[in-house]
C-alpha cells in the first residue's frame, strides 16, 4: 500500500500488504481486530485512555499509545490524536471498530487526507447515510421498499396531520437525520400530533441539532432483520444473508441470531439484492449493514444502513464461514473479493450480550472489579470479550464485557449450545446479563423463535419471575452446602483444583441463578 496513495489499489496489480494498522477503539472490538490484524501478518497499535492502561488490548497489541484521560471526548473521540498517533507509530491504516469515530465522515475524510488506509467506507457513503431522508430516498429510486411515508421535512403539525390522515393512523413522526429511535414519536390519532410533533422536535434538535422531522406509516409488530453487505473497490459487492436483531430493549440489543427464524430462501435472496442495489447507490465498500423491518405479512421495508463493522458480526461469520475482520482489512487495501455466487447460511448462530447490568434490577449499571472470570469454551462456542479477572468496569464507557456466540447445525442446537455455555460462565464481582440470558434460552417464546421488537419489553415480567428447575433448585440446596464448608476451610473453593471445584462452581451459579444469596 502506498503510504500517500490513502485509498485504491491498481485493479488486477500486486496489493502491497499492510503492514500496521491502528485500531481506534477499546474493549472486544480492539481484540477483534487486532486478532484478525495479526493473522494477516499485519502489526497493530493500540490506544488507550487512562482508564484502560492495563486492558487487554493494550496488552495483546504489538504497540500501544496513551491519547488521554478517561472520558471518551478527551481520548477514544480524539480524532486528530489518533491520526497523529498513527502516523508517529508508522502505521498506514487506521480500523475505527465500531461507536466512537467509526461513523463520523470527517474522521473518514480525515484519515484518508493524512495519507492513511481508512478501514471502512468512503467518507461520501457514509455522508450519504447519515440523513435518514437522504437514504429513504436512495432506496426510494433503487427499487428498494420503504415504509409508506414522506421523504421531505414538514413544515408542522397541520401538514403533518394531512399527510399522515393519507396513510391512515397509527403514523410514526421520526427525525430527518436521526437514527436509533431518538426523536421518534408514534401518534395513534389526530389529536395526538400536535403534542408528538414539539416532543419529536424537541428531541430530534437535542440529539441532532436539527429539528426536521417526517411523518411515516407505524408498522406494528415488526422484527428487526438486518442485511449483512461488503463491497470491494473494484464493484463486487457481497451480500452476506440476514441476521435476527429483534430482541432488544431501549434500541439495545441484547441477542442476535443469524439466520432468522422468520427469513425463507426466496425473502433472503429478495433482501440480500435490495440491500446490494443500496449499497452500490451509495458507492459502497468495505463492511455495511442494511437494516429492514420485517412485518407479520412478510413485507420488508428498508429503514437505514449502518455504515462500519457491527457488534453482531459474528453471528453471520459462523454461517458464512467469512472472516468480516480480516475481509474489512483486505478491501480496504484494495483486494478483490472472491467471485462466490449466492452465499447460503450453513446452520445457526446465536450471541448473548453479556453486559454489566443488572436485569432484574431495571438494567442498572453495575460497576466495581471482576474478582473471578470463567470463560466458557468448547465445541461451537466464541467468547469475544474486552475484560479479563481483575479488570474494573466503571461508567465512562459501554457496559457490554463481552459477546457469547454458539453455534449449531440447527436452532435448537445453537440454543442449546449456549445455555450451556451461559451455564460455565462464572463473573464474580459485579453484576451481568448472565442470567437474563439463561432464562431467555429457556424460554418456550423464543424457543419458537416468535420474536418483535416489542417481544422483550413485552415478555421481561415472565423471564424474571420464571422459576427455575427442580434440578437447578437442587443444586442450589448443594450449593448453599458446600459454599458454607469453602467458607469455613478459608478462600475459595476453585483454588482447591480437582474436579469437585469445577462441580461446585457450577453449583454457586445455579445457587446465584436461582437468585439465592451465596453466604
Ligand atoms: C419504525 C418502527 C415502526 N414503524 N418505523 C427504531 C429505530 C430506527 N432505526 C427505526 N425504528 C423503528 N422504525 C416504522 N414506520 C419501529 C421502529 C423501532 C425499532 C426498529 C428496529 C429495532 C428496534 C426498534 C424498536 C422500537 C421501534
Known amino acids: 500500500?502506498?503510504?500517500?496513495?490513502?485509498?485504491?489499489?491498481?485493479?488486477?496489480?500486486?496489493?502491497?500488504?499492510?503492514?500496521?494498522?491502528?485500531?481506534?477503539?477499546?474493549?472486544?472490538?480492539?481484540?477483534?481486530?487486532?486478532?484478525?490484524?495479526?493473522?494477516?501478518?499485519?502489526?497493530?497499535?493500540?490506544?488507550?485512555?487512562?482508564?484502560?492502561?492495563?486492558?487487554?488490548?493494550?496488552?495483546?497489541?504489538?504497540?500501544?499509545?496513551?491519547?488521554?484521560?478517561?472520558?471518551?471526548?478527551?481520548?477514544?473521540?480524539?480524532?486528530?490524536?489518533?491520526?497523529?498517533?498513527?502516523?508517529?507509530?508508522?502505521?498506514?491504516?487506521?480500523?475505527?471498530?465500531?461507536?466512537?469515530?467509526?461513523?463520523?465522515?470527517?474522521?473518514?475524510?480525515?484519515?484518508?487526507?493524512?495519507?492513511?488506509?481508512?478501514?471502512?467506507?468512503?467518507?461520501?457513503?457514509?455522508?450519504?447515510?447519515?440523513?435518514?431522508?437522504?437514504?429513504?430516498?436512495?432506496?426510494?429510486?433503487?427499487?428498494?421498499?420503504?415504509?409508506?411515508?414522506?421523504?421531505?421535512?414538514?413544515?408542522?403539525?397541520?401538514?403533518?396531520?394531512?399527510?399522515?390522515?393519507?396513510?391512515?393512523?397509527?403514523?410514526?413522526?421520526?427525525?430527518?437525520?436521526?437514527?436509533?429511535?431518538?426523536?421518534?414519536?408514534?401518534?395513534?390519532?389526530?389529536?395526538?400530533?400536535?403534542?408528538?410533533?414539539?416532543?419529536?422536535?424537541?428531541?430530534?434538535?437535542?440529539?441532532?441539532?436539527?429539528?426536521?422531522?417526517?411523518?411515516?406509516?407505524?408498522?406494528?409488530?415488526?422484527?428487526?432483520?438486518?442485511?449483512?453487505?461488503?463491497?470491494?473497490?473494484?464493484?463486487?459487492?457481497?451480500?452476506?444473508?440476514?441476521?435476527?436483531?429483534?430482541?432488544?430493549?431501549?434500541?439495545?440489543?441484547?441477542?442476535?441470531e443469524a439466520p432468522s427464524p422468520a427469513v425463507t430462501a426466496d425473502l433472503r435472496a429478495r433482501m440480500c439484492a435490495a440491500a446490494v442495489r443500496v449499497a452500490r447507490a451509495a458507492g459502497y465498500s468495505n463492511a455495511g449493514t442494511c437494516e429492514f423491518l420485517l412485518d407479520r405479512a412478510g413485507n420488508f421495508y428498508f429503514l437505514e444502513m449502518n455504515t462500519r463493522i457491527q457488534v453482531e458480526h459474528p453471528v453471520t461469520e459462523y454461517v458464512t464461514g467469512m472472516d468480516l475482520v480480516q475481509w474489512q482489512l483486505r478491501v480496504a487495501n484494495g483486494e478483490a473479493l472472491p467471485d462466490v455466487g449466492a452465499i447460503e447460511p450453513r446452520g445457526w448462530a446465536i450471541e448473548c450480550r453479556i453486559t454489566s447490568e443488572d436485569p432484574s434490577n431495571g438494567f442498572l449499571p453495575s460497576t466495581g472489579r471482576i474478582e473471578f472470570l470463567r470463560v466458557p469454551a468448547g465445541p461451537g462456542v466464541r467468547w469475544d470479550s474486552g475484560v479479563e479477572a481483575g479488570s474494573v468496569v466503571g461508567l465512562h464507557y459501554d457496559p457490554m464485557l463481552a459477546k457469547l456466540i454458539a453455534w449449531g447445525a440447527t436452532r435448537e442446537e445453537a440454543v442449546a449450545r449456549m445455555h450451556r455455555a451461559l451455564l460455565e460462565l462464572v463473573v464474580d464481582g459485579i453484576e451481568t446479563s448472565r442470567e437474563f440470558h439463561l432464562r431467555v434460552m429457556e424460554d418456550p417464546e423464543f424457543r419458537a423463535g416468535a420474536v418483535d421488537i416489542q417481544w422483550l419489553e413485552r415478555r421481561l415480567p415472565a423471564l424474571l419471575e420464571s422459576r427455575p428447575s427442580d434440578e437447578d433448585l437442587r443444586r442450589a440446596a448443594i450449593a448453599a452446602a458446600l459454599t458454607a464448608r469453602r467458607d469455613s476451610a478459608g478462600g475459595r473453593a476453585v483454588a482447591t483444583g480437582g474436579a469437585g471445584s469445577v462441580a461446585e462452581s457450577a453449583w454457586v451459579r445455579a445457587a446465584r441463578s436461582d437468585g439465592m444469596r451465596c453466604p
Not at 4 to 31: S, W
Not at 32 to 47: F, P, T
Not at 223 to 233: L, T
Open 1 to 256: 500500500m502506498s503510504a500517500t496513495n490513502g485509498r485504491n489499489q491498481p485493479p488486477g496489480g500486486g496489493v502491497r500488504p499492510l503492514r500496521k494498522v491502528l485500531v481506534a477503539n477499546r474493549g472486544e472490538i480492539a481484540l477483534r481486530v487486532i486478532r484478525a490484524s495479526r493473522e494477516l501478518g499485519i502489526a497493530s497499535v493500540a490506544v488507550y485512555s487512562d482508564a484502560d492502561a492495563q486492558a487487554p488490548h493494550v496488552h495483546v497489541a504489538d504497540e500501544a499509545v496513551r491519547i488521554g484521560p478517561a472520558p471518551s471526548p478527551e481520548s477514544y473521540l480524539k480524532g486528530e490524536a489518533i491520526i497523529a498517533a498513527a502516523q508517529a507509530a508508522g502505521a498506514d491504516a487506521i480500523h475505527p471498530g465500531y461507536g466512537f469515530l467509526s461513523e463520523r465522515e470527517w474522521f473518514a475524510r480525515a484519515v484518508r487526507d493524512a495519507g492513511l488506509v481508512w478501514v471502512g467506507p468512503p467518507a461520501e457513503a457514509i455522508a450519504a447515510m447519515g440523513s435518514k431522508t437522504a437514504a429513504r430516498k436512495l432506496a426510494v429510486a433503487n427499487d428498494v421498499p420503504v415504509v409508506p411515508g414522506n421523504t421531505e421535512a414538514l413544515s408542522g403539525p397541520d401538514e403533518a396531520e394531512r399527510v399522515a390522515a393519507g396513510y391512515g393512523f397509527p403514523v410514526l413522526l421520526k427525525a430527518a437525520a436521526g437514527g436509533g429511535g431518538k426523536g421518534m414519536r408514534v401518534v395513534n390519532a389526530s389529536g395526538e400530533m400536535r403534542g408528538a410533533w414539539e416532543a419529536a422536535r424537541r428531541e430530534a434538535m437535542q440529539a441532532f441539532g436539527d429539528d426536521a422531522v417526517y411523518v411515516e406509516k407505524f408498522i406494528e409488530g415488526p422484527r428487526h432483520v438486518e442485511i449483512q453487505v461488503i463491497g470491494d473497490q473494484h464493484g463486487a459487492m457481497m451480500a452476506l444473508g440476514e441476521r435476527e436483531c429483534s430482541v432488544q430493549r431501549r434500541h439495545q440489543k441484547m441477542i442476535e
